[in-house]
């Protein structure tokens, strides 16, 4: 659909494009964001937060001031003229984290907006591109609807009886509506209590899925606010919804599963707000004049279960306008619902990113038909068929294959995930696509069909939180290019509103150690700055118990309130994260005081600063673990550390040095109680070391006696991982720190069970639950807890981007770089980009015979510290001339097998004597 606003943006473009051209190679301003989204609607954030990115081609291109205008039109802005800010001429290298300080912003105010900046010349950009974001509605007065639904399926009072209940039957919600004069703009704010499907006059509105995203209900409802500008007319118009059950009602949550946790029925809440041409406001919204029907085609409808879709019930016409809906009732208004604030989508929508057409069709038995879509997704299948009315067809959704080739789904546990489909025939193709409910699969069993289908019958659809691509890892070896992809794949599998543990069997939830682990991974591989400020309020503030702990998932559900080591400290170590790669002290500032009440109940339930684990540990280790008051103490000491550091990012001083202190201490203690002199830590294997070096607990003196301790335990193993999750996340990063990166390097390239290249030759398209997920001598491990799409052994990217690639942040938002790749001995080459909220980092290196070539790409408006591996400093070339002499380059010191340059923004190329 494409929107009055965006052909004006676009108008308003192409006048910009045709201004006077700015000199070649200075610096503009381009990717305006707000909030971290693109022309984002419906935000409640009254500051919210601009950011842009300044490009270049040249080098050492620096900003030195900005100036932002934010105006309530395009005209206005168009004519420069700011009247909601104008913020001067501001000297400032910062492009991004800047709050809107401008008029105080109103529910519906559309804000639109352009920068231009000065470069370190003070020559200034032209405007930027314009952008825009609107506000919601603000205030509870401005809601005009009600929530509506169907009286059908309602609790019945009797606590057993209601466990047992079928699951409430999707709504179809609909109301005719007159305009009498041509439509100037319409905006409609929408949500459910379940999952929606918004369609104006027979079109959806959007096409966000799963739609509101999943939050603790009785908190926090989402609203989408879109522009349906384009589908309305003037005349006859009508607006209809279906609902379903999704995570509101769903027989949502595993063991055992526990149906309806949040309410008892689907619930829908939308207000369609349209300004005429004469100036004429008028409001649709839900109310008693609204119909409703549980008779429609979409019979079930589960996150687990999967749907069934009577097409033989099709309501032709339901959607539009002068549909017969006398058989239909009244709508019901929600009465005594337990709703919390209505806020808006945050993160970016969830949506079909890619589409998979099936690489195989086999038939394992006679009318049994098997789709091999190659990847192993989240999503599910659009199926295009032809049958005679009434037949019935079966989508089963599967990982993976018994041997016998039918699809195993054991490891679904209570997860159903089948689609029924019973086709109203006639002839013709027909083509059903599921509503409310989603599936982890690769490989689809379709029955129940007349005849051999085509490949083409079945097209897998993927679909997860749509944020952007920001990093890619290849390199020389296939199979460690294959795991970075398939790290992503798993990424983005889980991403599903809330970051989850699996997309598979009947769990799916926000598990907060899970995504603590994988974060620094996840932060290289794409932009998930949004997608984390909406889940922090899920975690921090939203899922906090009584005694002030995070709960062991978020959103909180009513299991597993916390403490558990490693995984509710997901709420101070996810914030820190993102203060690191985004330079984001909203994010800090915002939870702080959640994180202190969390890091309190630490305090009070350790003895002499030493803690005892609670919770899973080092879940699924194979041996290589610590025990326990090793791992919590480190945990401990780390947490305290993060806490000290966010503190004086956010300007709390006293608050930092207490943190500070208080780290000393437990460090000392840590040191005491575990610390050998042989540089042993007690009761430890990899994973003690593992958060020894990366938490900070390794006194200089014991250093060299650690790091051989530490390789002593990598050997023991003969050079496999052994560790569970808790030590995965920090086994490579912490051989590096250690000094270790042959090791390392030994684990990532180790093909042999159990390894990550292990999972990759037994043909993985993700990342596994557990190291033997599937061996050939054993088969499939236990069906209890086996998902072949798990994110955490996945944390070992953060080795592929930081030290392979060499990318780190040196100071938060990468506004300062740190370049160190580690060439492996593995390898002849290996090319890594990242784009940081500073602007795209690429390093690229290849050995040719004794030397080795490293080029490196600096965003505009940031500086990079260089580190070039070579055996002799003054082979070292930048460009073909000696690097000393070149005047973007400056030689700071040679360290032990490289040397050290500093270099501000551009390309660059080094070449170097390494052998
Ligand atoms: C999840 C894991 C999680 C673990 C620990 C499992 O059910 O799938 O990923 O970390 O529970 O509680």
Redesign the pocket.
Known sequence: MKSIISSVLLAFGVLLANAPATTAGALRPTDLRCEYRQDPQGLDIKEPRLSWLPVSDRRGERQTAWQLLVASSQKRLRANDGDLWDSGKVTSNQSAQIAYAGQSLASRQQCYWKVRVWNQDGRASAWSEPALWTMGLLNPEDWQARWIGSEEGAFSGDAAANLKAPLPTPRYLRKGFHLDQPIRRATVHVTALGLYELRINGQRVSDHLLAPEWTRYTHRVQVDSIEVTDLLRKGDNAIGAIVGNGWYCGSFICWPQRPRIFGDRPWLLAQLEVETTDGQRHVFATDDTWRVSTKGPLRQSGIYEGESYDARMEMQGWDRAGFNDSTWQTAALGANLKVGKLVWQRSEPIRVTHKFKPVALTEPKPGVYVFDLGQNIAGWCRLAAQAPAGAAVTLRHAEVLNPDGTVYTKNLRGALAEEHYIFKGGGKTEVFEPHFTYHGFRYVEVTGLPSRPSTNAILGRMFHTSFRDTGSFECSNPLLTKLAANIQWSQRANYMGVPT??PNRD?RTG?T??HQFFLPTALYNMDVAAFFNKWLVDLCDDSQSARGVFA?IAPYYGM?PGQ?DG?GDAGIICPYEIYRAYGDTRAVSEHFEAMRRHHAFLTQTATNQIRHLE??GD?LNLGGSAKNEVIATAYYAYLTGLMAEMAQAIGRTDDATHYRDLADQIKAAFTRAFLRPDGSIEGSSQTGYALAFTMGLVPPELKDKMSAAYAREIARFDWHPATG?IGAARLLPGLHNAGLDTDACRLVFQESYPSWLFMVKQGATTVW?RWDSYTPEKGFQDPG?N?FN?I?WGTMGEYLFGMLGGIQAETPGYKDIRIQPIIADQLQWARTSYRSISGEIQTSWKKESNRLTLDVTVPANTTATVFVPTVDPSTVLESGRPATQSPDVKFLRSEKGVAVYRIESGRYSFSSKRQ
């Open positions: 543990d699996c769990e598990c150690g899970d062991d597993f558990s995984w919770g899973p879940w999750f639950e807890m998902s798990h955490v």
